[in-house]
Each structure stands twice: as structure tokens, then as C-alpha cells.
């Protein structure tokens, strides 16, 4: 079954606004990673948290992990058109498999 | 970086009929890749752990006569899917292991599958 859950499904805004995706999971995870996803295309991996950190950042992208809410936010800020495509957070324990959530899409209107 | 390829990107064939798509890690030994299926506007399904030189571990409610996996080597991974049927329409994308132990996935470009 699929682990995360995410929110909002559908997300538009105007570029240069900041973006906000939150992603929920049931079980305990040794990680939480992000992965944005163009249409048609294979996944690429954006960021990837451990359980025993807060906050991570990767140039305009912020992670936050709250593992007593199981809950983690990705923000893009200052979003560009190019950041157009859909935003899936995965969850692993161990070194096994990846169960996805079933991602955001975000459209970046000019 | 590390780089997955698959082939072919895109096929369409005729019901009861069987394709075959290859997964290749490039320039990194993949000794394990994974294999999703993708329905339009949905998320990722993992259908199967492919494990190089061994069977591949097949998801709950996957059929494995039907979705033949072979990991001969440690850069290819296949996926056969056998008298393939309209319902098998779908994308397929494989994903490897970053080789750089990031804990992150490295993931193909993806096939798109058309049973006719």
C-alpha cells in the first residue's frame, strides 16, 4: 500500500511565489526523500532527509521532517516556470525499497 | 552523476504479444534496480526488485509468469511483460541506487507501453 499521502494534489501559482507541498506516511522511516517528476519523464532526485534531522536545504529548495507528526514539507522558493512538473516524496527504511506518495503537480504560471 | 538508461522509450504492439524492456546503469554497477509502473496521473508502483544473479522479488498482486525480470549482469536489468494486453498499457520505469550511497534512487527515463 502506498505509504505517503500528499497535499495539495494540484498546486498553480505565479512565478515567483513560493511553493509548498507537504507529504504524510504511516510507519516509522529511516529516510524521507523528494523527487520532482517532468511529464512523460523518469524521476530525478531532488533532496533526501534522515529521521533524526529537521531541516535540509538545497539551493532554493527547503525539506522539513517532523517525524512525531510523520509528516515532511517541501518548499520551492522563488519557483520559476521551469519548475512545472509533479513532486513525489518517497519513504524507505533500510536499504530497501521506496514507497511513493501520490505526488503533487505543480504548474508555474509566467 | 550516475545515469540509468532504458530501451526501448516507446512501444506499441498488438495484444498477445510480449515485450521486452531493458534497464541499464551506466557507467555503475547496479546489483539491485527496482521496476515501477506508472498510470497516467498517478503515482509510482514498485512491481518488482530485480537482484542481480538471483530471482527477483515480486510486489503483492504482481504476477511474475506475467512480468518476467532477469538481472544477468550488474549494469542490465529486463523486464518482459508476456502476452502483453490493453490493461498492461502503462509506464514503466526502472531505478538503481545512487552509486555515491546518497540513499537516493537514480531513475531510467521511462517506457511508455501501448497494447493495442
Known amino acids: 500500500s502506498q505509504q505517503g499521502e500528499e497535499d495539495p494534489q494540484a498546486l498553480s501559482i505565479q512565478e515567483g511565489e513560493n511553493a509548498t507541498m507537504n507529504c504524510s506516511y504511516k510507519t516509522s522511516i529511516n529516510n524521507l526523500q523528494w523527487y520532482r517528476q517532468n511529464s512523460g519523464r523518469g524521476l530525478v532526485h531532488l533532496i533526501l532527509i534522515r529521521s533524526n534531522e529537521r531541516e535540509k536545504h538545497s539551493g532554493r529548495l527547503r525539506v522539513t521532517l517532523d517525524t512525531s507528526k510523520k509528516s515532511s514539507s517541501l518548499l520551492i522558493t522563488a519557483s520559476r516556470a521551469a519548475d512545472t512538473a509533479s513532486y513525489f516524496c518517497a519513504t524507505g527504511k533500510g536499504a530497501q525499497k521506496l514507497v511513493f506518495g501520490q505526488g503533487t503537480r505543480l504548474t508555474i504560471n509566467p | 552523476g550516475a545515469v540509468v538508461s532504458q530501451h526501448p522509450s516507446r512501444v506499441i504492439c498488438k495484444s498477445g504479444t510480449s515485450v521486452k524492456i531493458e534497464c541499464r546503469s551506466l557507467?555503475?554497477?547496479?546489483?539491485?534496480m527496482f521496476w515501477y509502473r506508472q498510470f497516467p496521473k498517478q503515482s509510482l508502483m514498485l512491481m518488482a526488485t530485480s537482484n542481480e544473479g538471483s530471482k527477483a522479488t515480486y510486489e503483492q498482486g504482481v504476477e511474475k509468469d506475467k512480468f518476467l525480470i532477469n538481472h544477468a549482469s550488474l549494469t542490465l536489468s529486463t523486464l518482459t511483460v508476456t502476452s502483453a494486453h490493453p490493461e498492461d498499457s502503462s509506464f514503466y520505469i526502472c531505478?538503481?541506487?545512487?552509486?555515491?550511497?546518497?540513499?537516493?534512487?537514480?531513475f531510467g527515463p521511462g517506457t511508455r507501453l501501448t497494447v493495442l
Open positions: 531505478s538503481a541506487r545512487a552509486p555515491q550511497g546518497t540513499g537516493g534512487r537514480v
Open positions: 557507467d555503475f554497477q547496479a546489483t539491485t
